[in-house]
Structures are given as structure tokens and as C-alpha cells.
């Protein structure tokens, strides 16, 4: 919950401070007089981010504002082969929470757990969207390139496939130019590369205080990221449902943005 | 020889169940064996204890030796990624004989090993795992014609008189 909050704040924050054009100046003179939290409060905020609930956008304060609960079944899940887990020799021991057991040395994973965390993450990712924010997709797994990449471009997003190179996201001025804008936010579907190791891009990510959503497989180290996923990201069924979940969460972002556009 | 035979059964019974439920549907379509089970459940509000138990994952039993029925997802040159219902796809050699009927979209029969390759190395925390299944490919059970999609009759009924022959077996 803290983490929730917390992150839910830092992108308040940042999207604030980055969106400074005219339509954002009425609302911030009406808001400077009265919902700005005083020095003591922020402080305080910093061991408790709770007291600073009331200060956060009214759209941010409900916890599930596109209805994902009702959007998100257990036996599409369960269709999908998201609870297959690895075999138990190669259990990671930071992901025993989300496992229901083990048969015959498979892992399983508890779907009401997973379903729990998934509309936790599709809600940050319609929120992100919500506020224009861009979100890259990225994967290892070359049996699902190829679905990542055209889910990412059917709804206007970005993806990295490809092998990763080294600082794009922490050295960006010298691999890519100047003034390239990073992602507000990166979905990993594979945490892991080909040879087990962690994707590069998410210690990256996590020095540029980007906030990441993970589908976390029972091998993967679900270290670093901000929203977990625990699920199966090897089975191309498993991926191209989590695939059409981020789609549909991007899309009702989009059209809410669009619909308070035109309110306004 | 009584557990080969009670597995035949198994197999035959599993085959006859799913040609009922093809016929009453009445399209030509090829329907996964894994995905019939899972498609028929009524209830739409079941929980996952439930979906576990009812599952064919837990009906399996002993994976090793065990007769599943499988979906060629892909063919590379001479090897066969055949899709059988759970996390990773078994690797198996095309035959040689009748080697132009083992294409994307044929339901073959395959005698499970392992549900994932993987091995512990020594002195490692570990194991380090393929991302691949282990089986047998036995027998080829529906083919995918080029043109149109028919039902062979005669041939099904040669496929039940002897299931458990191995026509071509290939290991890799």
C-alpha cells in the first residue's frame, strides 16, 4: 500500500511538473491556495506517504477507477496457462508468496493472487495513460517478440525486443542525442534473458526512477520493480493474454483523457 | 502390460470423448484435447482451487511415460515444437517416414518424459532449465490437409484399432 501510494505520488509529481502548459495554470492557481501540503506534512510524508492522501488528484484516490476487478476472470487466467509455474529446483525464494504449491515438482501459481496484482498494474498503466505518459514494452523471450511489438504499436506505445544495449536508459545523451524523452513507465513481460540472468533494463530503470510493471515467472528475482505480475511469461498464450490486458488498460486511459479534453 | 493397457483405454476413451464432442459441435475445426475440458466448464465463476482440481493437469498423474495428445505449433527443418497443454512445448524429430504430414496444426500423440528440462548443476543455487519439454513423438492421430479440411473416417477407424502400435517412433 505505501508503495502504491508512494509511486502513485512520485508520478503526481512528475507528470505536474512536466505538463506546465496553459490548461494545467487555472487548475494550479485554484489548487496553490489550498490542497498544498506545508513543510511539516512533507516531512512527515516521508516516513508515512499516507498523510499525503489527501493531497493526491481525485482520480488517483480510487482504487480501481477503470473496473479492472470485473474485467480480469480467473478462468480466462486459467485458460491462458498464466499458473504454470517453473519446476521447484529453480524457485526463486522471493517468489514463494504468489505460489499456490507444487505437483510433481511444478510450480503453480494462485491466480486470486495474481489476478490481486494484475489490476493493480493495469490500473497504474490506464493512469499513465490517462495522463499522456509513454510506456515502453520490453522482452526477451523470442518466441513472443514479435507479439509485443505489434501490441506496442496498436496502441500508439514503444517496445524493445532486441538485444538491450548497456546505458540507453542511463546514458541517453550519448548513445542517443540530445532531448530524447525516456518512458514514463516500462512494462517488462519477461524479467528474465536467455541465459537466466535479469534484463538489464531493469536496474536502469530503477536508477532513473522509472516505474516498472513485471511479469514475474517463480525463477525471475522480482527485485527493483515497482508492480509485480506473477504469472507464467513463457507460454505465448499466457503472454498474448497479459498483452491484451495492457492493451485494453492503455486504451481506456486514452479514451478518459480524450473525453476530460473535450469536457474541458 | 495391465498399465499399458489401462493407459490404451485411457486414450481411446479420451479420443472417442473428443470426437463426440467434435460431431455435436458439428465444425471441422481440429479442438485441442487440453482445451475441450477447460472450454466446457459451464460455471463461469469458478474459483482457481476449483479450476485446479477439475483440471487435466491434475488428472495426469505420473508425467513420466505418460500418453498426451499434442498440436504441432511449429516446424523447424526436421524438428517439431508440439504444443500439449502445459508450459513449454516438447521438441521431437520428424520421422522420416510421412514426413509431409507433420505440419503446423496436426494432432499427434507423444509419450511425455518431462514437463521441463532442467538440471542442477554442481555447486550451483539453481537449476538451470532448456524452456523446453521432453517426449516421444508415437504417432501422427489427424491430418491437416493442404486444400481443404475433411474428416477421414476409415482412417480414424484404422487409428482405433491399434493405438498404443508404435508406427513410427522417433526419439531425439
Redesign the interface.
Known amino acids: 500500500m505505501r508503495r502504491v501510494v508512494a509511486a502513485a505520488i512520485r508520478t503526481e509529481r512528475a507528470f505536474s511538473t512536466r505538463f506546465s502548459a496553459s490548461q494545467q495554470k487555472p487548475v494550479a492557481s485554484t489548487s496553490s491556495s489550498s490542497s498544498v501540503p506545508d513543510r511539516a506534512t512533507l516531512e512527515k510524508g516521508t516516513v508515512q506517504p499516507t498523510v499525503l492522501k489527501p493531497f493526491v488528484s481525485a482520480s488517483l484516490q480510487h482504487e480501481d477507477l477503470f473496473n479492472f476487478e470485473k474485467m480480469v476472470h480467473i478462468d480466462e487466467m486459467f485458460k491462458a496457462r498464466l499458473h504454470y509455474g517453473h519446476k521447484v529446483g529453480t524457485v526463486n525464494n522471493n517468489m514463494k508468496w504468489a505460489l499456490y504449491g507444487e505437483r510433481l515438482g511444478v510450480c503453480l501459481f494462485d491466480l486470486d493472487i495474481t489476478k490481486k496484482y494484475l489490476v493493480r498494474a493495469l490500473n497504474f498503466v490506464a493512469h499513465v495513460s490517462l495522463r499522456g505518459g509513454m510506456i515502453l514494452f520490453v522482452t526477451s523471450n523470442r518466441d513472443t517478440m514479435f507479439d509485443v511489438e505489434k501490441a506496442a504499436d496498436e496502441v500508439g506505445q514503444y517496445s524493445h525486443v532486441r538485444k538491450w544495449q548497456s546505458g540507453t536508459l542511463t546514458n541517453t545523451r550519448q548513445l542517443l542525442g540530445a532531448s530524447v524523452r525516456l518512458p514514463d513507465a516500462v512494462c517488462f513481460l519477461s524479467t528474465l534473458t536467455s541465459l537466466g540472468e535479469n534484463h538489464p533494463a531493469i536496474v536502469e530503470a530503477a536508477k532513473m526512477a522509472i516505474p516498472t510493471i513485471g511479469v514475474v515467472d517463480s525463477n525471475s528475482d522480482p527485485a527493483y520493480l515497482t508492480y509485480l505480475v506473477p504469472a507464467n511469461d513463457d507460454t505465448p498464450q499466457s503472454t498474448e493474454y497479459l498483452l491484451r490486458m495492457f492493451k485494453e488498460a492503455v486504451r481506456k486511459g486514452q479514451e478518459e483523457r480524450k473525453r476530460q479534453q473535450q469536457g474541458k | 502390460m495391465l498399465r499399458s493397457l489401462l493407459k490404451s483405454r485411457q486414450v481411446i476413451c479420451g479420443l472417442r470423448e473428443l470426437r463426440a464432442l467434435s460431431t455435436s459441435q458439428g465444425n471441422e475445426s481440429i479442438i485441442d484435447f487440453v482445451?475441450t475440458v477447460?472450454?466446457t466448464?459451464e460455471a463461469?465463476n469458478?474459483?482457481?482451487a476449483s479450476?485446479?482440481r477439475n483440471?487435466k493437469?491434475?488428472q495426469l498423474g505420473?508425467?513420466n511415460g505418460r500418453l498426451v495428445v499434442g498440436k504441432i505449433a511449429q516446424r523447424v527443418q526436421e524438428d517439431v515444437y508440439i504444443d500439449f497443454?502445459?508450459?513449454?512445448n516438447a521438441v521431437c524429430k520428424v520421422p522420416a517416414l510421412n514426413s509431409e504430414a507433420y505440419r503446423s496444426g496436426a494432432r499427434v500423440l507423444i509419450r511425455l518424459i518431462d514437463?521441463?528440462l532442467?538440471?542442477?548443476f554442481l555447486g550451483s543455487k539453481?537449476?538451470?532449465?532448456l524452456?523446453e519439454a521432453d517426449a516421444v513423438l508415437v504417432r501422427l492421430l489427424s491430418n491437416v490437409p493442404r486444400q481443404q479440411q475433411q474428416r477421414q473416417k476409415p482412417r480414424g477407424a484404422t487409428e482405433e484399432e491399434a493405438p498404443a502400435a508404435p508406427e513410427t517412433p522417433a526419439a531425439h
Do not use: N, V
Not at chain 2, 539453481?126 to 532449465?129: A, G, Q
Open positions: 482445451d477447460t472450454e466448464s463461469q469458478q474459483s482457481f479450476l485446479l483440471s493437469f491434475m505420473d508425467f497443454g502445459l508450459k513449454f514437463p521441463e532442467s538440471e542442477r539453481h537449476d538451470l532449465t524452456l
